[in-house]
């Protein structure tokens, strides 16, 4: 299922020098990298399920002799619509990905957890890593929690109520006639079917 989420949302973004991290100047060690994420940052990638994003993406790279090693976590909301009303809400999200960062003769990043990079190479774009990690962390049912704590009052769901009334009193008036049946029974047919299941 997550391969075929990753085949669907790959789409390769024009690099911008923001999402872009130098790596070649840094010591050995960890270092931190933060960003903001808004709806702009989806366009790019031509993702419009959201109406707003603010979320906070942080990035620990830690850099070793012979490769890199990066955790990225993100949290913070995306405004969806409801499944069920179509009402728009905040709906939280958070996740967390990590990728070992090799070198070698070209550049690969078949592996989602691996990327290899060309010998020589100076730099790595997380843009399209973060768009990854965000978009997988999105449930595919969106709920309002009004629904959940019953505050949400809208006329979708005032249907839905009243749908279910009338499903209830269709089952309660049934059952109420199987039961004015079963007491109304003519003695003489009772006798009847004992002699049919005597046999």
Same mark, same amino acid.
């Given at each position: 299922?997550?391969?075929?989420?990753?085949?669907?949302? =790959?789409?390769?973004?024009?690099? %911008?020098?923001?999402?872009?991290?130098?790596?070649?100047? +840094?010591?050995?060690?960890?270092?931190?990298?933060?960003?903001?994420?808004?709806?702009?940052?989806?366009?790019?990638?031509?993702? /419009?399920?959201?109406?707003?994003?603010?979320?906070?993406?942080?990035? =620990?790279?830690?850099?070793?002799? %012979?490769?890199?090693?990066?955790?990225?976590?993100?949290?913070?909301?995306?405004?969806?619509?409801?499944?069920?009303?179509?009402?728009?809400?905040?709906?939280?999200? @958070? &996740?967390?990905? @990590?990728?070992?960062?090799?070198? &070698?003769?070209?550049?690969?990043?078949?592996?989602? /957890?691996?990327?290899?990079?060309?010998?020589?190479?100076?730099?790595?774009?997380?843009?399209?890593?973060?768009?990854?990690? =965000? =978009?997988?962390?999105?449930?595919?049912? #969106? %709920?309002?929690?009004?629904? @959940?704590?019953? !505050?949400?009052? !809208?006329?979708?769901?005032?249907? +839905?109520?009243?749908?279910?009334?009338?499903?209830?009193? +269709?089952?309660? #008036?049934?059952?109420?006639?199987?039961?004015?049946?079963?007491?109304?029974?003519?003695?003489?047919?009772?006798?009847?079917? %004992?002699?049919? !299941?005597? @046999?």
């Amino acid at each position: 299922m997550h391969s075929l989420i990753k085949e669907q949302i =790959v789409v390769k973004m024009k690099v %911008t020098n923001e999402f872009l991290i130098p790596f070649i100047g +840094l010591k050995l060690g960890k270092h931190q990298f933060e960003y903001q994420i808004s709806k702009a940052f989806f366009e790019h990638f031509e993702f /419009d399920e959201f109406e707003s994003a603010n979320i906070k993406v942080n990035i =620990v790279l830690e850099k070793k002799n %012979t490769m890199l090693e990066l955790n990225f976590k993100h949290s913070g909301t995306i405004n969806v619509p409801c499944d069920l009303t179509s009402e728009d809400f905040d709906l939280p999200i @958070k &996740g967390s990905l @990590k990728l070992i960062v090799r070198f &070698g003769e070209t550049f690969n990043d078949e592996n989602e /957890d691996l990327l290899i990079l060309p010998i020589g190479e100076h730099q790595i774009d997380v843009a399209q890593y973060i768009y990854e990690m =965000v =978009v997988l962390s999105i449930p595919l049912k #969106k %709920t309002h929690p009004g629904i @959940k704590d019953g !505050t949400l009052e !809208t006329k979708a769901l005032s249907k +839905l109520k009243e749908i279910s009334v009338t499903e209830q009193t +269709l089952e309660e #008036k049934v059952q109420e006639e199987t039961e004015i049946k079963a007491e109304n029974t003519d003695p003489r047919w009772d006798k009847l079917k %004992t002699l049919l !299941t005597d @046999k």
